[in-house]
């Protein structure tokens, strides 16, 4: 069982940035990619971000790509989301999620139910 919880989430303007984390606890978080996924109001959920195991690998959605960034310290359990010049259709619930059925060398999975481990959530709000 692994437990994962976000914070860093809030109130920004336009154009303004916020870091999000995720703290993992159980399981063992160092072979685990981890996926950030958003949810905004009568939406589905759509995936932000993933990053494997060591951080070598990154991908990211069109629609976010060159404002957000991935990261994660595995000596600290945790994965980071960094979002820059934010717009107010970011405004959303962020999650981050693990995969844990993935190997090592496999590949970054983009599909909400592909990941087994969820946290619940961190409100962003942008405003414009």
């Known amino acids: 069982q692994v437990h994962l919880v976000e914070s860093g989430g809030g109130l920004v303007q336009a154009g303004g940035s916020l870091r999000l984390s995720c703290a993992a606890s159980?399981?063992?978080?160092?072979?685990?990619?981890m996926g950030w996924f958003r949810q905004a109001p009568g939406k589905e959920r759509e995936f932000v971000a993933a990053?494997?195991?060591?951080?070598?690998?990154?991908t990211y959605t069109d629609s976010m790509k060159g404002r957000v960034t991935i990261s994660r310290d595995n000596a600290k359990n945790t994965v980071y989301l960094q979002m820059n010049s934010l717009k107010p259709e970011d405004t959303a619930v962020y999650y981050c999620?693990?995969?844990?059925?993935?190997?090592?060398?496999?590949?970054?999975?983009?599909?909400?139910?592909?990941?087994?481990?969820w946290g619940q959530g961190t409100q962003v709000t942008v405003s414009s």
């Open positions: 999620a693990t995969d844990i059925r993935t190997p090592v060398w496999g590949s970054l999975r983009r599909r909400s139910d592909q990941y087994d481990y």
């Open positions: 159980g399981g063992t978080f160092v072979s685990y990619a």
């Open positions: 990053i494997n195991w060591n951080g070598a690998k990154t």
